[in-house]
């Protein structure tokens, strides 16, 4: 992990996040060299770019602090941490930000000091122990077998009285009949040109009748 970490610090370059100017990022540009990080075999470096679904989600944190104030948050597939920052400069009790890849895992606190904030980061997946006030998933409704999996597991938290809020530029996948919509912003993603609309949902669940 140490290693990873030097990594990222000589190797990435601490920069604005694109569409979130409070939040400073780790991010990769051309020479960054991220293969010799991850080999050929690691997990697609996610965690290095920008993606509509975690910046809608963070822009609208920011701009109503309320959402999370005093809350202990989940943030699913957190990737560079953006969501969780957001969440902690917005007056979060406590975030923990959780990714299956390690190197994720890695930079998430590099961020998180970077933006004079905590985060607890965990290498781990959908864990219904982990204690939560609110849960924040963004971006991870793009695979139908992943989406499914997700779904079910927010539709047991919301049963146990824990609410989920999703961001998502509207992928194919985003089980809309279960989500309730909440704000949409035109936001950055990576590798496309313009600004995406892109939306906050509340995960509501299956509605009775």
Do not use: C
Request: without cysteine; negative net charge; proline residues 7%.
């Amino acid at each position: 992990m140490a290693d990873v970490r030097a990594f990222i610090l000589q190797n990435l370059r601490l920069q604005p996040a694109p569409g979130l100017p409070e939040i400073m990022l780790y991010r990769a540009h051309p020479g960054s060299g991220l293969r010799r990080l991850i080999g050929d075999d690691g997990e697609p470096p996610y965690w290095a770019y920008h993606w509509a679904g975690g910046t809608v989600l963070a822009r609208h944190i920011l701009d109503h602090p309320e959402t999370v104030l005093g809350k202990r948050i989940v943030d699913l597939g957190s990737g560079s941490g953006v969501v969780a920052i957001a969440a902690m400069k917005s007056g979060a009790k406590a975030v923990m930000a959780v990714d299956i890849d390690p190197n994720a895992v890695a930079v998430i606190p590099l961020n998180a000091d970077a933006n004079s904030v905590r985060v607890t980061a965990i290498e781990g997946g959908l864990d219904a122990s982990m204690d939560a006030d609110l849960i924040l998933v963004g971006d991870l409704f793009y695979d139908e077998a992943l989406a499914e999996k997700v779904a079910a597991f927010l539709t047991d938290r919301l049963a146990a009285g824990v609410e989920s809020l999703v961001g998502d530029m509207g992928r194919r996948p985003l089980p809309l009949d279960l989500l309730e919509p909440l704000a949409e912003y035109d936001v950055p993603d990576f590798g496309q040109v313009p600004l995406l609309r892109a939306r906050v949902f509340r995960f509501v669940g299956a509605r009775a009748g």
